[in-house]
């Protein structure tokens, strides 16, 4: 079974209300929408992959374009969705979106041209509410927007 591993970072604002770091996909499937476009960081573990956490960390750093900023993590737990397990993990710090960077895949587009074209595997990241977290991310994810409530509250 395929697992994808992410990290969930969070913050709260003067005022002490909580956003999260989203992102959202990359690519001319998602150029045009935006709800249920979003995505926590995350990417595939590899078979050899032991640590989850360390696949979590490693998958932020490829999608944001640098390291996760330490701290301590919580467990998210799982989700199954689209023929795979998504586990996500919390963790509260800064991180400047405008300045996120991610790592790109190839496809071929438009479909059948035998152009190969490159994109960003994330092409923004925002800090955002909880209620727009629910909104734009993928419905496979927003049940880690719960559970992150439930686990600083």
Known sequence: ?????GLLLWR??????VELLIGHMGGPFWAHRDEGAWSIPKGLAE??????LAVAEREF???????????ESTGL???M??????TI???????VAEAMVSNTFEMEWPRGSGEV?????IDRAEWVSPVDARRLLAKSQCSFVDRLEQSIS
Do not use: L
């Open 117 to 121: 074209q490159s994109f960003p595997e």
């Open 12 to 17: 709260r604002t003067p005022e002490g209300h």
């Open 1 to 5: 079974m395929k697992e994808s591993t």
């Open 77 to 79: 737990g799982s989700v």
């Open 81 to 86: 969705a689209n023929g795979k397990r998504i």
């Open 61 to 71: 750093a490829e999608e944001m374009g640098t390291p996760a900023p330490a701290g």
């Open 47 to 52: 078979p050899t992959d032991n640590d989850p």
């Open 89 to 95: 993990f919390a963790r509260e710090g800064h991180f």
